[in-house]
């Protein structure tokens, strides 16, 4: 795989958790029964991968403003609409990761409080973040090689490993119903 396809894959599977999670928060509130174990499987994956996502989209917009030339200003606007929604991005994760070890810990947030903040933080990452990506390939294809790529995904192998076991843990709490990896890889249309 190319550094960019390794990109992709990662964002894939990101996506299908986030799906899982999603339709499991639906299905738990109507069962009423306890999803704690499949909640913070997903949270851990989530929070794992939305910060690995800000860390490449800022190492990505870092390099592009260093390139474009300034005279390219409505480019460099997009360029820092991309790092503000990054900050936004941040800022939706670190309050989400509260939740999470409140919840854990038992700390403050019961089952319900938890699935609002869990809600609240999807509602942020799909319809503010997600409904207004960057639209910076134009730059991307030309100004990006492998080696930039490579750069910006930064994979090792101590996080394929993780984020396998991160993945694994979302199967296994799930069950086949709930399975990440049954869920679509593609993002959702006319999102809010």
Known sequence: MTPLEELRWERRRKLQVREAFSVGLQRHQRDADDASVFYLACADYLLQ?????????????EMLKARVPAAQTEDHRLIDA????????????????????????????DHEAFEAAAGEYLHVIVNVLGARSHSLRHLTTVLFSVEDWAHIVARTPEFVDEEQCLFTAVQRAGGEALDPASFSATRPTGAD
Request: proline share 0%; aromatic share 8%; no cysteine.
């Open 49 to 61: 991968g939305q910060r690995r996502l800000v860390d490449q989209d800022k190492r990505l917009a």
């Open 82 to 109: 991309l790092f503000d929604r990054l900050r936004q991005a941040q800022d939706a994760t670190d309050a989400f990761a509260v939740a999470v070890d409140a919840y854990r810990t038992g700390s403050g947030t």
